[in-house]
């Protein structure tokens, strides 16, 4: 590993987690950071704490990493995630991830809240994530931390792992939660999409749109981790429903109630890794 910020960011969690190396690492998106917060927690380490991890700055993302235990299975969970919105390069957003990776996380299940681009996916619906489309054109991979990991030219192929992708439909079709597969379009945000932007993104296939996401799964292609994604879809996107305004409390509130049935999948999911 190249002398960088990473190594500093490693060499702290690997002292911390010795003896409780997780094998999976499951990122909580906005209104999502209460999910798994009735199961051992055998660590908290609040993200100001851990060198060269950006501070938080969006309300709904608690900013701490929870080491928890479930099923004899120990679990990184971060309890928010780092934006480019926040003003963060892309490798920023995505160095404690990559940090937990290389302390030997195998699996990686990501939450996000997003946009519906049209009528077919309705607040309250879950999104398995099947690919996406960056249109931010922004990567984590284009930096001398990315190169000092291996290979830049990632194969993108299979960005959502089809064995995960699985396991999580039919735990899905267990607890009788609803769950469709789609693709997730990444813009950067901090503001919502026009209606032309929405429109223009629905014409592309993309299923829905949110502000973050992909430039993890990128960084955890690169290092060979099994990934997957579950969106939550808060709301409609700009212009589907003439006339409706968006907003950040509204994308909060749906999420929460969303916690429930996600927290369930989740549990049944670390169970079966
Ligand atoms: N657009 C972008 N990001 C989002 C949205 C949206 O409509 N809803 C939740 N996150």
């Not at 950071?33 to 055998?42: A, H, N, Q, T, W």
């Not at 990632?154 to 079709?173: F, T």
Request: with cysteine; proline share 4%.
């Amino acid at each position: 590993m190249a002398k960088n910020k990473l190594k500093k960011t490693y060499n702290y969690l690997a002292k911390r987690l010795k003896g409780l190396e997780p094998e999976a690492v499951i990122i909580l998106g906005s209104g999502l950071s209460g999910i798994l917060s009735d199961v051992d927690s055998l660590k908290k380490i609040p993200y100001s704490k851990i060198p060269n991890v950006p501070k938080p700055t969006v309300s709904g993302h608690q900013g701490v990493l929870d080491i928890i235990r479930y099923q004899k299975k120990t679990v990184a969970v971060m309890r928010g995630r780092f934006h480019v919105y926040e003003g963060n390069h892309p490798d920023d957003t995505v160095r404690l991830l990559r940090a937990l990776v290389l302390c030997g996380v195998k699996n990686a299940v990501l939450t996000n809240a997003a946009g519906s681009t049209s009528l077919k996916h309705k607040p309250g619906d879950m999104l398995l994530l099947k690919d996406h489309i960056n249109v931010t054109a922004l990567t984590p991979l284009s930096s001398d931390e990315a190169r000092s990991l291996g290979t830049t030219f990632v194969d993108v192929s299979e960005p959502y792992s089809l064995k995960l992708r699985s396991k999580i439909k039919s735990i899905a079709k267990k607890h009788k939660v609803k769950m469709t597969e789609g693709v997730y379009a990444w813009m950067t945000g901090p503001q919502y999409e026009t209606a032309a932007e929405v429109r223009m993104l629905n014409k592309h296939g993309a299923d829905a749109v949110g502000m973050s996401t992909v430039a993890e799964v990128l960084a955890l292609r690169q290092l060979d981790v099994d990934t997957a994604c579950i969106s939550t879809i808060t709301n409609y996107g700009t212009g589907v429903i003439k006339g409706r305004k968006l907003s950040h409390e509204e994308v909060k509130i749906v999420a929460k109630k969303m916690q429930a049935s996600l927290d369930k999948i989740l549990k049944s999911l670390i169970a079966s890794l």
